[in-house]
């Protein structure tokens, strides 16, 4: 392998794959990045076996070839070179050089042939979405998957199709850690063509967040019988599916609420924060009193003291009071933009609705807690 | 104590005995600060018996008072008040009540007389130096005090009088851990009043660092039998000083070089921190050698592979080639600004003394080490 390439070409590669490649392995060929170079095109591939990305960069390629390198280290030395350009050339004893300017580098790789065998694709017909669309229903929902690995049916994003009410055929992606729930959804064109019910492992949701952020041309995706294929132009992402049965979740999504609270986002979330910092505990519980007019957080602790504040409000409905872990509703918050915000409830230990006015395409579920 | 302040101004205060306090220690008095209210004055008191700040705030007192609470927890709520004004009142049992607009805290505090007192002052007259010339001399020597803080005489920066070459009398600041030394100096005005010899030690360096960052007014410095107070305009930081016989660093001071290098500052460190991606073991080791019209940096790792560095630079006297730990550059580096540099050498084996050209108040010493 001989070739030149443009340097921010490569660094941009090369920042692609440092989320795939598994550094806490004894497998040493998933730390690496492997380099191949055919045509006018360095392809760079990572795996982690669960989840691979290949994609393609342009170069001039003077002698085809192919090495695989630690991915973290060439990414490290392609960052600080000095010149705009960069060649590198596969040596004797599987050495790739660099050489940029007056700086000049021989790192340690491996031969292309041990580089471990992708996954192969057994996929059916796509559906298409647009990149930014892709990364709304990634960030609404991801931070709702939950954490521990070993909870059967929960440790990944379930997708469906679904029948807007407004007849329109949607994508679904819907998350649940067990005390909160999100979907987001989206109209799509082409075949949801998934099989049976797989879930999107947490890993492979947050680079396909990363590469299609701000990416406004389509996307396809394909389910074959284990696994997902995400693609664009010059780039495939492959994800082995997380087996599991996701919670029939529909029974958790309220049907009425008595209850209907229209607040300002920036207020409620400045309060928020500010209660939180007396809500350290555990459960980060915050007393939610739903006034006439007003909103009123309060909360104790007691090593630090206690708090209280006051957010203008519009009630339909009776007041009542209930207890959350005000962390679900910051993590809401962070993931989502409005000027209101409109929470539904029906009684005091009743699943909690939080909605974005004008939107009918996502909807975030938090489960109350008992206040002592 | 019951007053009003503007927020900005409590900010102010509170992030400055951030780093004074001490968190991990079973004494919950040290983690605290003393807010005391009297005339038209707010006054932030902070200790870890070590280092002591005491700085005063313009506020507007209704009723005189004290009191103290956790440093860090106030921190955190005043810097997320909602408006632009803060009302603090103590209330019963050793409570402080925080309101600002709709928001209002109440934090567990303790009584203002169970607050450790402060050591007391013994010190002498008291020499003036700028704060901004102050924060120099810590900038450019703080980074080579020891981090062990069992090296007896290496923990802390040592200060002495000393007559400069043009005949000034001037303030000098030294630091070394053995394997490398640093000094800056200044005029300065008044009396340089130290008795015995003792060191600064590396967390009031630090603080000290960050308060009189880009303060122009004058600072005075004055020594007793085992302490140092810091003062400007309504801010005085009191620091015990460590015990310890600095060494007799003049004797690690090269009299003369047989070799001299002249090279782009910032050539030199582009390619230290490419270098150093592979010079990752223990001691960053990197070859140097210098030749006639370049300084060649190499360096080789038998995981990783070699990397090699041209820098274009003027010798005079003879080529030759010694290690470095790179490490060591690239902190002098971090710490200093110039266009230029100059590396004096005598024998491979001999400290290399960094100068930055024009100034005469500097030195940076580096030992080599011995390369296999």
Same mark, same amino acid.
């Given at each position: 392998?001989?070739?030149?390439?443009?340097?921010?070409?490569?660094?941009? !590669?090369?920042?692609?794959?440092? !989320?795939?490649?598994?550094?806490?392995?004894?497998?040493?060929?998933?730390?690496?990045?492997?380099?191949?170079?055919?045509?006018?095109?360095?392809?760079?591939?990572?795996?982690?076996?669960?989840?691979?990305?290949?994609?393609?960069?342009?170069?001039?390629?003077?002698?085809?070839?192919?090495?695989?390198?630690?991915?973290?280290?060439?990414?490290?030395?392609?960052?600080?070179?000095?010149?705009?350009?960069?060649?590198?050339?596969?040596?004797? !004893?599987?050495?790739?050089?660099?050489?940029?300017?007056?700086?000049?580098?021989?790192?340690?790789?491996?031969?292309?042939?041990?580089?471990?065998?992708?996954?192969?694709?057994?996929?059916?017909?796509?559906?298409?979405?647009?990149?930014?669309?892709?990364?709304?229903?990634?960030?609404?929902?991801?931070?709702?998957?939950?954490?521990?690995?070993?909870?059967?049916?929960?440790?990944?994003?379930?997708?469906?199709?679904?029948?807007?009410?407004?007849?329109?055929?949607?994508?679904?992606?819907?998350?649940?850690?067990?005390?909160?729930?999100?979907?987001?959804?989206?109209?799509?064109?082409?075949?949801?063509?998934? !099989?049976?019910?797989?879930?999107?492992?947490?890993?492979?949701?947050?680079?396909?967040?990363?590469?299609?952020?701000?990416?406004?041309?389509?996307?396809?995706?394909?389910?074959?019988?284990?696994?997902?294929?995400?693609?664009?132009?010059?780039?495939?992402?492959?994800?082995?599916?997380?087996?599991?049965?996701?919670?029939?979740?529909?029974?958790?999504?309220?049907?009425?609420?008595?209850?209907?609270?229209?607040?300002?986002?920036?207020?409620?979330?400045?309060?928020?924060?500010?209660?939180?910092?007396?809500?350290?505990?555990?459960?980060?519980?915050?007393?939610?009193?739903?006034?006439?007019?007003?909103?009123?957080?309060?909360?104790?602790?007691?090593?630090?003291?206690?708090?209280?504040?006051?957010?203008?409000?519009?009630?339909?409905?009776?007041?009542?009071?209930?207890?959350?872990?005000?962390?679900?509703?910051?993590?809401?918050?962070?993931?989502?933009?409005?000027?209101?915000?409109?929470?539904?409830?029906?009684?005091?230990?009743?699943?909690?609705?939080?909605?974005?006015?004008?939107?009918?395409?996502?909807?975030?579920?938090?489960?109350?807690?008992?206040?002592?």
């Amino acid at each position: 392998m001989d070739l030149i390439i443009d340097k921010e070409e490569l660094i941009r !590669g090369l920042s692609r794959v440092q !989320g795939i490649v598994e550094r806490r392995t004894t497998n040493m060929a998933l730390a690496h990045v492997l380099l191949s170079a055919d045509g006018d095109t360095l392809r760079l591939t990572a795996t982690d076996t669960m989840v691979s990305l290949v994609a393609d960069y342009v170069a001039r390629i003077e002698r085809p070839g192919e090495i695989s390198v630690d991915a973290q280290n060439l990414f490290q030395v392609a960052r600080q070179l000095p010149e705009s350009t960069v060649h590198l050339k596969t040596e004797a !004893g599987n050495r790739l050089a660099i050489v940029s300017g007056k700086s000049e580098f021989h790192l340690v790789g491996m031969s292309g042939e041990d580089y471990p065998p992708l996954p192969s694709r057994d996929d059916e017909a796509a559906l298409a979405i647009p990149g930014t669309t892709l990364h709304r229903l990634i960030i609404e929902t991801l931070y709702a998957v939950c954490v521990d690995d070993s909870r059967y049916g929960l440790n990944g994003a379930h997708l469906e199709a679904i029948t807007a009410e407004n007849g329109e055929a949607r994508l679904r992606m819907v998350t649940t850690d067990g005390s909160r729930l999100s979907y987001s959804e989206t109209a799509y064109s082409g075949e949801f063509n998934m !099989g049976r019910q797989m879930l999107l492992p947490r890993k492979a949701l947050d680079e396909i967040r990363k590469l299609c952020d701000g990416d406004k041309g389509d996307w396809a995706v394909a389910f074959g019988e284990r696994s997902a294929t995400f693609q664009t132009t010059g780039l495939t992402m492959m994800v082995r599916l997380v087996d599991g049965q996701f919670p029939d979740y529909r029974q958790v999504l309220p049907q009425s609420h008595k209850c209907r609270l229209i607040l300002a986002r920036t207020a409620f979330v400045d309060a928020l924060k500010r209660v939180s910092i007396v809500a350290s505990d555990r459960n980060h519980s915050v007393r939610f009193s739903f006034e006439a007019d007003q909103l009123v957080l309060s909360a104790q602790n007691v090593d630090l003291g206690n708090a209280r504040e006051e957010i203008e409000a519009r009630l339909e409905g009776e007041a009542f009071e209930t207890g959350f872990n005000i962390a679900y509703f910051l993590d809401i918050m962070r993931q989502t933009t409005s000027d209101e915000l409109v929470l539904e409830m029906d009684k005091a230990l009743d699943p909690c609705v939080l909605r974005i006015p004008g939107r009918d395409d996502c909807q975030f579920v938090v489960m109350p807690i008992r206040l002592d």
